[in-house]
């Protein structure tokens, strides 16, 4: 049974759209990632989830229903815009949002300093928020959003603000949760956390759904196969018959949709019935940062063009 | 700490106020040292050694000095006091020490004068100490003046302290959370119903106690030492207890109390920042303080517009409706037609600052319209 299930979901702030016709399931254990450029509804779709906004119009249950604080199923919720209690104790602002998911508060207070503890933040638990660096605020907050094991992660942009370390701890550490069974909900602009963290991908565009699959199947359905080589010399112009791009001396590509005709190997016998010495040749798919480019790069510069 | 700090500020001013006690006898008489010349006559040479003077016999000498320091204070009585001013040459100490002699000056004269009147008649009547019984009429019953309106005001002095320091904090408290953008995780958690109520009734209650915690030192300590300093105390006894006023005094306050909260509340879940905030309280607390400007048409003229207005608008109600039970002016009807208002007022005010704070929060179990 899907944790998550929405139908032909919209929202309409007056004459403007946030979200429109928006409709996919998350399984209980399964993750899914929500991309798209700034505007295009992510926030306001994870808002109409948790019932933070009321929706105009279709269906969003959780385990069944709309969403309720007090139902039995725990949200972990790191929203966009985060603040904190600035002058509380990091220990005291974990064990109240520990208590209010149901931890009693030794629980909730074992819990915290374990989270601490993780995240090297264990001296700190006795010190006001307010007095900590910006990323360890931002660790505080996360820790805020694990407390009492919440069945089901909804995390806006979670790493901003973490060094290339930090983010490789967080990233670990979700996983790990999500490998036990945790349902994630993801909306980022990394689209290497993607890759690491989610199975399933939901593109938005200007408030509609652009597609939904796994993240494999976005890579082939939304991006390209690109066939690189090395060589020496010069490409005879035998080779100028293939939509090659050239990138820079020795360098060329040829990019093409997957499945186009076994093309890949009629290029590399091209090269060599032409006497190209080819020093390296591969194939692979875009990643998903080529992925959102060719997506969304056209409608983007057409936008920002607009606007200047 | 503020309590602390206040009964230490009381200790000290007592302390230095017994010192400066100490520099009057038993009759009352200010005494310090000085030196005095008589053309009058009519100094009592005693009265003057008990408070410290010592007569001077060269005017010129003695004027000399005071300027170099060696005589503190001269004070020179005229021939003839009717037409002439008494002369006091000084050398400066302190910021009082003018108003110090000059009454030393005074006293001296008129005690000494007052030594050479035989009849305690026109004694009593020149020192203007003759006493005075007054009895006052209010709709044909005796009126008792302040001693009757003491009580009913207490309340009033209760609503004003109590509405300004919950409201400052409510309206504090708010916007805090919204400024450090803290609602929307919290509301996944808990309804914004209850945690603007859990918040509303929180700081009421904590606010209270702050505020009971600071008063309530310097209230004892002023009963305790207050008259040790020469402080002013009420005169109990006078105190006039009427039932029917206390109980709508007190049930005025706390509904008072109750819309105030309220309708800070309801800006509080608006406003974005504490400084949006405090122009709002500051207009409340002009509101809450108006009928003050027309406590005179209040107590001679209730039937006025003014008035009326006054009494039937909500963020006024409150404060006049305290003021007209004190003035034992107000009707029942007004009265029921007042709090009534005040009533509909907080609760309306309450179920729309709820439905601000939540913004556009999905309501419990009511599922989109599909």
């Given at each position: 049974m899907a944790l998550v299930k929405v139908r032909e979901l919209s929202k309409h702030y007056g004459s403007v759209t946030g979200i429109e016709g928006i409709q996919f399931n998350i399984d209980a254990g399964e993750s899914m990632a929500i991309v798209g450029p700034n505007g295009s509804g992510k926030t306001t779709l994870v808002r109409c989830l948790l019932g933070l906004v009321e929706a105009s119009e279709g269906i969003v249950h959780i385990a069944g229903n709309s969403y309720q604080p007090g139902d039995p199923t725990r949200i972990g919720y790191l929203p966009e815009d985060r603040g904190h209690?600035?002058?509380?104790r990091v220990i005291d602002v974990l064990r109240l949002f520990g208590t209010l998911r149901g931890l009693d508060s030794r629980a909730a207070d074992g819990q915290a300093h374990e989270y601490l503890e993780e995240m090297g933040l264990g001296s700190l638990?006795?010190?006001?928020?307010?007095?900590?660096?910006n990323g360890q605020q931002q660790k505080v907050h996360l820790g805020i959003t694990f407390m009492g094991d919440p069945d089901l992660l909804v995390l806006d942009e979670?790493?901003?603000?973490?060094d290339p370390v930090n983010k490789a701890f967080f990233n670990k550490y979700v996983a790990e949760r999500t490998s036990r069974g945790v349902t994630l909900i993801l909306v980022t602009h990394q689209m290497q956390e993607v890759d690491d963290l989610t199975e399933r991908i939901l593109f938005l565009d200007d408030g509609a759904q652009h597609y939904l699959g796994t993240v494999h199947d976005a890579k082939r359905d939304l991006g390209e196969i690109r066939t690189e080589f090395t060589f020496l010399g010069d490409l005879p112009s035998l080779i100028n018959d293939w939509p090659l791009e050239l990138q820079g001396r020795g360098r060329a590509a040829l990019i093409h949709r997957d499945g186009e005709d076994r093309m890949p190997e009629r290029l590399l016998s091209d090269l060599m019935n032409a006497g190209v010495r080819v020093t390296g040749f591969q194939t692979r798919s875009s990643t998903l940062d080529e992925v959102f480019v060719h997506t969304y790069g056209e409608s983007m510069q057409a936008e920002d063009e607009i606007s200047r | 700490m503020v309590p602390a700090f206040m009964i230490l500020l009381a200790f000290l001013v007592q302390s230095s106020e017994s010192a400066i006690r100490k520099s009057s006898d038993v009759s009352g008489l200010t005494t310090f040292a000085f030196h005095y010349l008589d053309h009058?006559?009519?100094?009592d040479a005693d009265l003057a050694r008990r408070a410290g003077g010592s007569l001077a016999t060269d005017v010129d000498k003695a004027k000399e000095d005071v300027k170099t320091g060696k005589i503190r204070t001269l004070i020179v009585y005229p021939s003839d006091v009717a037409r002439s001013k008494i002369q006091i040459f000084e050398n400066n100490v302190g910021l009082v020490a003018d108003q110090k002699s000059t009454a030393l000056a005074r006293q001296l004269l008129q005690m000494s004068v007052a030594r050479t009147v035989d009849s305690p008649q026109i004694l009593k009547s020149l020192t203007a100490s003759v006493e005075v019984d007054r009895a006052g009429y209010r709709n044909g019953v005796p009126d008792l003046g302040l001693a009757a309106v003491a009580v009913p005001m207490l309340f009033l002095f209760l609503y004003f302290t109590m509405t300004i320091f919950l409201g400052n904090q409510i309206i504090g408290g708010f916007a805090e959370e919204r400024e450090q953008k803290i609602r929307e995780v919290l509301f996944v958690d808990v309804t914004a119903s209850s945690v603007f109520l859990a918040r509303m009734v929180a700081t009421t209650v904590l606010g209270a106690l702050q505020l009971a915690i600071m008063v309530i030192p310097i209230v004892v300590a002023y009963f305790a030492i207050g008259p040790s300093l020469g402080l002013p105390l009420p005169a109990f006894s006078t105190w006039v207890l009427d039932s029917s006023k206390m109980l709508v005094g007190f049930g005025t306050l706390l509904l008072g109390v109750a819309m105030m909260i309220a309708v800070h509340a309801a800006v509080g879940a608006k406003i974005k920042s504490v400084r949006e905030g405090s122009a709002f309280a500051t207009l409340f607390i002009i509101a809450m303080f108006s009928p003050s400007y027309i406590l005179g048409v209040i107590s001679e003229n209730p039937g006025s517009i003014a008035v009326q207005t006054m009494t039937y608008f909500p963020l006024t109600a409150p404060s006049t409706l305290l003021f007209r039970n004190a003035l034992g002016n107000i009707s029942l009807v007004e009265l029921v037609i007042s709090t009534t208002i005040v009533v509909i007022t907080t609760v309306v005010t309450t179920l729309a600052a709820v439905r601000v704070y939540r913004g556009g929060q999905a309501l419990p179990r009511k599922a989109p319209k599909s």
């Open positions: 209690f600035q002058r509380d638990a006795f010190r006001p928020i307010q007095a900590l660096s979670p790493t901003r603000g973490f | 009058s006559g009519l100094i």
